[in-house]
């Protein structure tokens, strides 16, 4: 008769902590809402809320609604960010990579610098990232020529108070009911900036000091700019998109799943299932692309521009 395995000890412990952490998780949510509510009853939290009811007026020359090419900007954005968090995670925890890579030092490509080997997995993080950076540029073209760029930037003070408004209806579970197809609400204003105009761009400054692209040999940059401050910054920016992300898919789905959707991917203030659909379309091929994101795969489309090894 065989002796059932037990599991180790260490294994066992990890599953009570992640057990303990979900419920202090859990927990901590509670207590902050019960706060809120609490503190959205009192009388001068509510002449504050009234005085400043979570939004604050657009310019009169901001646009009203999203145009489609908003839509398959978002579609890319999201496809792209996905798989750039989803490779730098295997860049940060992969203790053998499957495969490496070396550029083809010729041709349009060719540099003065001598080509690095990096491990396939770096491969795929600095493709995607290239990717995504080149989408952000032609987003940021076309949101200043069209003027999108006022429904994200703030342009009055005003938009402090409001914030914090919205925080709490939205912390008391009280959820903002306005419409984004006119005008986000203060904190999804300033959210939204900060992703665009901050987190964005530190993700991009911080990724490159620590890619291979950056000179070697720019001693005095470098003393300036040293590599360890890029990878004390570039991780915890990682860490805010997938907050972000995390929040931010929530509230779409928590706060009118439809409406918001036909918003972002249909292009439309209908109360209809089109921008729902093309929502999924997209999520079964980000779906398909992380599960496709395997050295099977990527070695070919590596081989292209540069020579895989194993």
Do not use: C
């Not at 609490?38 to 009203?64: C, H, I, N, R």
Request: charged share 10%; no cysteine.
């Amino acid at each position: 008769m065989s002796t059932p395995v037990k599991k180790p000890a260490a294994a066992r412990n990890k599953w009570v902590r992640l057990a303990w952490i979900a419920a202090g998780a859990v927990l901590g949510l509670l207590a902050v809402v019960l706060l809120a509510r609490w503190v959205t009853s009192l009388e001068a939290v509510k002449s504050f809320m009234t005085d400043y009811p979570g939004q604050s007026e657009l310019p009169a020359t901001a646009p009203v609604g999203f145009p489609a090419w908003l839509g398959w900007q978002h579609f890319l954005n999201m496809f792209f960010i996905v798989l750039i968090i989803r490779s730098g995670w295997q860049v940060r925890t992969a203790k053998r990579p499957p495969a490496h890579w070396i550029r083809n030092n010729k041709g349009p490509l060719r540099t003065r610098n001598a080509p690095t080997k990096i491990s396939l997995d770096l491969w795929f993080h600095l493709t995607m990232d290239a990717l995504w950076v080149l989408n952000g540029l032609i987003f940021i073209i076309v949101i200043l020529a069209t003027g999108q760029w006022l429904r994200i930037v703030p342009t009055r003070w005003d938009v402090f108070p409001n914030a914090i408004s919205a925080g709490l209806a939205y912390l008391s579970l009280n959820w903002p009911t306005e419409s984004g197809w006119v005008n986000y609400n203060s904190l999804q204003q300033l959210t939204y900036f900060v992703t665009v105009f901050i987190a964005a761009p530190l993700a991009i400054i911080t990724g490159l000091r620590m890619s291979g692209a950056w000179p070697k040999d720019a001693r005095t940059l470098n003393r300036i700019y040293p590599i360890e401050a890029a990878r004390k910054v570039h991780f915890p920016v990682m860490i805010y998109f997938v907050l972000f992300i995390v929040v931010h898919v929530t509230l779409v789905l928590a706060t009118g799943a439809l409406r918001n959707l036909n918003h972002m991917y249909g292009a439309s203030d209908a109360l209809n299932w089109w921008g729902f659909g093309i929502f999924a379309a997209s999520l079964l091929v980000t779906v398909g692309a992380w599960l496709a994101a395997r050295p099977l795969f990527l070695r070919p489309i590596a081989a292209l521009t540069g020579t895989v090894s194993k």
